[in-house]
Structures are given as structure tokens and as C-alpha cells.
């Protein structure tokens, strides 16, 4: 996806860092940023961008940061929902 980078104003490609199908059969973009980022001017305009895409596809679009991702179990779930959704 592309988003106008607001510190050069020019456009810029983007991809987030995971594209993923849940258990449910929904699909949802996957963004990790370290905490530190997160109100970066470019990972906020880049969150827009995919925000926008997700909502015109049907997608879910999540950020999370660095320190969520150490301190909890969210990898592990979204593997769980992967393998469950290739044995359904």
C-alpha cells in the first residue's frame, strides 16, 4: 500500500508486518512497533494508510507495541488461530 510520508512528502510504500487469517475465517494487518515509535509522525501516517486499505477490504487493521507483544501471549494466539484455521 502506498501512504504520503510526512516528513519528505513523497509517497512511500508500506507493508505491514503481518498479513493473518484467524480461526474465524477473518483476515487481519499486523503491525509491531517498538513502544518508542508509536507516535513517530511516519508509523502514524503509515497506520492511516493501512487503516484505510483494511476498512475498503474487510480487513481488520492492529497495531501493538514491542513490549505488549514480550508481555503477553498475543503470538501465541494468533499461531494458535492459524493452525486451528489449516486443520478446519
Known sequence: MIYIDPE????????????????DGTY???????????????VIAK????????VASGVEYKMYAGSVIMKS???ETVDSAYQASLID
Open 8 to 23: 519528505s512528502r513523497r509517497i512511500r510504500q508500506y507493508y505491514p508486518d503481518f498479513f493473518a487469517e484467524m480461526s
Open 73 to 75: 501471549r498475543i503470538l
Open 28 to 42: 487481519e494487518l499486523i503491525e509491531v512497533k517498538g513502544d518508542d515509535k508509536i507516535e513517530d509522525s511516519v
Open 47 to 54: 497506520a492511516e494508510a493501512a487503516r484505510e486499505m483494511a
